[in-house]
């Protein structure tokens, strides 16, 4: 590809952090420009466009969605001569009358608005994103677990302060390592192996690239406190998919801990309100969880989800406020206990995790 690549990414989950990963990657050969932080609104781009300057060797974008026509906005605002779709899940789907299929329509404006002799990369193992357009034109590259994928993920195993997997480039087997837990981080770094290698980055560029990736704030930050406690802060957003990917990834890396869940209501999904937290609650009674808290009229939903599913009642409490969550989880919360803390970015539930830090913070 001749042309200044120009990447835009978009999907229901792994936006930035995907954007972030391919960003790292490129850096280290390439003067680029990137989003800053989550900056994804059409209006973020029109500023991006004025700051976007001839030396800068690839641009680097998010596309993100508030409603119908967004994509289209950004895609007429800077055209993509490249296009990730993550995957097309349940987020803002309140916006499309609750159906899935609309966020796809939604998110296809990005294929047929980007350069139609570029490069498309698409989720191989995400049922949904089947919905999307098909009359792309260039050449579409599918990343995934699956071996049928262009790129796929092997061997993955957590290992202290992160993960490694190894994948295959150019018919050779490579391990990459990512600073960051959870297989949909997997999923996010071949989509950004995927990018990097197609514009030609050699495999021990994207090991350097990967390996310097910085987590983004609120995005699964782990942080070490007294008393051998720890707690996740995964509050920057929240919906059904990624509130599985977050408790998935608690049970998975967290052996010898008491495990407490701690989530706020997850907003923007419209009809598909009710199904979604009754799906996360199912999904709890379903793994090794101690303990459920959940703030927010809508996340009691997941509490009495969870019940229903044969989760022990014992073990799971609604609060109303934040106030109250508190006083509870200070005295509630036990010695060796990970707590992980979820939920919609308006609910602030960062503040959970301020207090959690405040309260049982290392003693000097």
């Known amino acids: 590809m001749k042309e200044r690549p120009i990447i835009a990414v978009t999907g229901s989950a792994g936006k930035s952090t995907t954007k972030e990963m391919i960003a790292s990657i490129l850096k280290k050969r390439w003067d680029i420009y990137k989003s800053r932080a989550n900056l994804n609104h059409y209006r973020a781009t029109q500023k991006h466009k004025q700051k976007i300057k001839k030396r800068h060797q690839g641009i680097v974008l998010e596309y993100g969605m508030g409603g119908k026509g967004s994509i289209t906005k950004h895609c007429n605002t800077i055209k993509p001569t490249i296009g990730v779709i993550t995957n097309i899940g349940t987020a803002h789907v309140g916006y499309f009358g609750g159906k899935v299929r609309g966020i796809a329509k939604e998110k296809s404006k990005l294929i047929k608005g980007m350069k139609q002799n570029g490069i498309l990369f698409l989720n191989a193992d995400d049922p949904n994103s089947r919905l999307l357009y098909t009359g792309f034109k260039g050449k579409i590259v599918k990343t995934g677990y699956k071996q049928k994928a262009d790129y796929f993920a092997s061997n993955i195993q957590y290992v202290d302060k992160g993960m490694t997997f190894d994948t295959n480039l150019d018919r050779k087997k490579y391990s990459f390592f990512i600073p960051i837990f959870g297989f949909h981080h997997i999923s996010n770094a071949l989509f950004a192996i995927a990018v990097s290698h197609q514009l030609g980055f050699n495999a021990e560029d994207i090991k350097k690239g990967l390996e310097r990736f910085h987590k983004m704030k609120r995005r699964f930050n782990l942080f070490h406190l007294g008393k051998g406690i720890k707690v996740i802060d995964d509050t920057y957003s ?14 998975e890396s967290i ?13 923007n999904l419209g009809k598909y309100s009710v199904q979604g937290h009754t799906e996360v609650g199912k999904y709890i009674a379903e793994k090794k969880i ?19 599913s044969g989760f022990p009642s014992t073990c799971v409490k609604h609060f109303s406020s ?8 200070r005295h509630k919360l036990e010695a060796n206990s990970t707590i992980l803390v979820k939920g919609s970015n308006k609910l602030r539930m960062n503040q959970t995790v301020r207090f959690i830090r405040n309260v049982f913070k290392k003693s000097k």
């Open 238 to 251: 929240s919906n059904p998919h990624s509130a599985k990917a977050a408790i998935d990834v608690l049970v």
């Open 255 to 267: 052996s010898d801990h008491k495990r407490v869940v701690v989530l706020g209501s997850m907003l």
């Open 290 to 308: 101690d303990l459920l808290f959940t703030v927010g009229s809508k996340a009691k939903l997941i509490g009495d989800s969870a019940i229903n």
């Open 322 to 329: 934040k106030k109250t969550l508190h006083a509870v989880l």
